[in-house]
Nanobody, 119 residues
Framework: QVQLVESGGGLVQAGGSLRLSCAAS????????RGWYRQAPGEDRTLVAS???????HYADSVKGRFTISRDDAQNTLYLQMNSLKPEDTAVYYC?????????????WGQGTQVTVSS
């Protein structure tokens, strides 16, 4: 029903920057959650950042001050600006958007994009 397409991943040197994008195939109504997760090999998937409809943001301690989550509702797109990247940031990054469908919460996930930070 809702497709999320991620882009912007790649290979960068430590201290560099990347901006990830997550574009939805259509406008989504009644969104209850927007966020970015990441998962390294052999590790659990963890929440990196989230943003509410009102613009309230939250960040994992490991990325606070370096990453910024934002959204462009006119373009149905969620962003993650990543600065001062560290090798520990290397992971597959996934966007997630949850919305209400009647009385049911639907979770939508991007396909994942690889971020590799070299030292």
């Amino acid at each position: 029903q809702v497709q999320l397409v991620e882009s912007g991943g790649g290979l960068v040197q430590a201290g560099g920057s990347l901006r990830l994008s997550c574009a939805a195939s259509r406008s989504i109504f009644s969104i209850v959650f927007r966020g970015w997760y990441r998962q390294a090999p052999g590790e659990d998937r963890t929440l990196v950042a989230s943003i509410t409809t009102g613009g309230r943001t939250h960040y994992a301690d490991s990325v606070k001050g370096r990453f910024t989550i934002s959204r462009d509702d006119a373009q149905n797109t969620l962003y993650l600006q990543m600065n001062s990247l560290k090798p520990e940031d290397t992971a597959v990054y996934y966007c997630a958007v949850s919305h209400l469908d009647g009385l049911t919460v639907r979770d939508n996930w991007g396909q994942g994009t690889q971020v590799t930070v070299s030292s």
